[in-house]
Structures are given as C-alpha cells and as structure tokens.
C-alpha cells in the first residue's frame, strides 16, 4: 500500500513539474519559410506581462537590420531588439493578446505563444484572426 501511495504521489509530482514549466527563459526560433536556426531570444516577465528580446543571432540569420522597421526600430540592429511584448497569461502553458514584430518585413502582429512540449513553444503572429498568419516553433536553449 505505501509503495502504491508513494508512486502515485511520485506521479503527481511529475504531471504537476510539466504544467508548471516556465516559457521565461532561453529558446531558439526556427524559420517558418527555410527550417533553419536564426537566433536565441531571451522570454523575461516585465510588468506582469512576458516580452521577448533578441540576445544572439545565429549564422543563418539573412537579417541583422531592421531596415524594413518604422520608428525607434528603423535601421536599428536586430541583435538586441525587443519582438514581442505584452503578452498576457491565460493559462499556465497559454499567453495571449500580445505583440510581436517580424525583423524582415517590420511588421507588426497580434501574437499568442503556447506551450505544446517542455521545450517546444509554439508562437502565432496574424493580423485580426488567428487564422490568418503564421506560426513558428521555437525550441528552449539550455
């Protein structure tokens, strides 16, 4: 009986780590149009909602400046740059109602992030309706 409780408990304990993993942290973006790697972007919580921002681009990044960009971004290294901001909990795997801004073209989108796997985060920019735009996977760094 105290081996079943225990691995019962032991059990619990795993499935509640998994709902409780953090999207904050180091992750890598994968190109939705070629499949490669193209820069480690740093997810941090300010003012109770998570911002993103650019900490490295990879090799096979083809852009590094924001040329496209309107504003305080314009013509400014990407290396750096803040791409998604205000995005605001739902669910503990689920954040929405956000922002994020597409380096290559300098636009920017209505955004939701979910968590689908410990490492796997599934990130949607479009424009009005969710279904109209694109997603990306970016995987955690560690």
């Known amino acids: 009986m105290k081996k079943t409780l225990l691995l019962a408990l032991l059990c619990m304990l795993t499935l509640a780590g998994y709902s409780q993993q953090k999207i904050v942290g180091m992750w890598k973006n994968i190109d939705d149009e070629d499949g490669k790697e193209k820069s480690h972007i740093e997810i941090y919580e300010k003012n109770g909602t998570l911002h993103a921002r650019v900490v490295k681009l990879l ?79 970016w995987y955690r760094v560690n």
């Open 59 to 137: 090799a096979n990044a083809t852009v590094r400046v924001c040329e496209k960009c309107t504003g305080a971004n314009k013509n400014k290294p990407i290396e750096g740059m803040e791409i998604l901001w205000d995005l605001k909990k739902s669910t503990d795997k689920e954040y929405e109602d956000g922002k994020i801004l597409n380096p290559k073209n300098g636009k920017i989108y209505d955004c939701f992030i979910s968590l689908v796997e410990p490492n796997k985060l599934k990130v949607r920019g479009y424009m009005g309706v969710s279904m109209f735009g694109k997603t990306q996977y």
